[in-house]
């Protein structure tokens, strides 16, 4: 089994549950309420923040030039396409993009697990959170590819940006990269990196969780 096979074995209900959540089966039916959607977007933008900062870190542990500029070219996606996604969707949902919404609870476990992994200086971990946000995210929008020229842009342009044969070859690219550096890993940092990619699968359902209801605290 390939090793980023195994890892989302470990947390399968919890990918299934990120992967088919009732927030985005409403959001490719086009049924999802526009205060939500605005609401997942300003958290959503403020985890932009965190992933830019980790993506840039991957791209300075990369072994080589050739493994590290796939992660560049999706940086300037990140920074390009999906960054003025944002600065469109917000305000057309009626929001605006500054200043920015207080941190959720769940952001912030977020916006902390990527600073660590950022921070390890380990590229198996920083893979680990990349390979999640990107996997799960590719699971559950590239089905429903089809239906978004029919959606209002705030709805079709988040499936279109993460579907499709460029967003494949991220996803393919990024665990290429988890897979290689788990083969020279020893069992303690294979643990470290098992121990990630569960916090950031459940996480990836906790984010979505709180979306669907608004970021209402109990
Ligand atoms: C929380 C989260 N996870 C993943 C992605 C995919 N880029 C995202 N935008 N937001």
């Not at 769940?106 to 959170?129: N, P």
């Amino acid at each position: 089994m390939r090793p980023t096979d195994h890892l989302k074995s470990l947390c399968q209900s919890d990918w299934t549950a990120a992967t088919s959540h009732a927030f985005t089966n409403d959001l490719v039916a086009g049924t999802l309420a526009q205060d939500k959607m605005l609401a997942y977007l300003r958290q959503d933008y403020l985890f932009i923040d965190g992933f830019v900062r980790l993506l840039a870190s991957a791209i300075a542990q990369a072994p080589s030039l050739g493994d590290a500029i796939p992660a560049a070219q999706f940086l300037g996606l990140i920074s390009g396409r999906e960054n003025t996604y944002f600065l469109r969707a917000i305000p057309a949902l009626g929001g605006t993009p500054e200043p920015p919404a207080p941190a959720h609870p769940v952001t912030q476990e977020f916006q902390a697990l990527m600073a660590k992994a950022a921070r390890s200086g380990r590229y198996e971990q920083m893979l680990a959170v990349l390979v999640v946000a990107e996997w799960s995210y590719l699971s559950w929008a590239s089905p429903h590819a089809d239906k978004a020229g029919d959606l209002p842009f705030w709805f079709g342009e988040w499936i279109t940006l993460h579907s499709g044969a460029g967003f494949e070859g991220v996803v393919t690219y990024l665990r290429d990269q988890l897979d290689r550096a788990w083969d020279g890993l020893g069992p303690e940092d294979r643990r470290a990196v098992e121990e990630t990619f569960i916090t950031a699968t459940r996480l990836e359902r906790a984010f979505f969780d709180a979306a669907s209801i608004g970021y209402k605290t109990a």
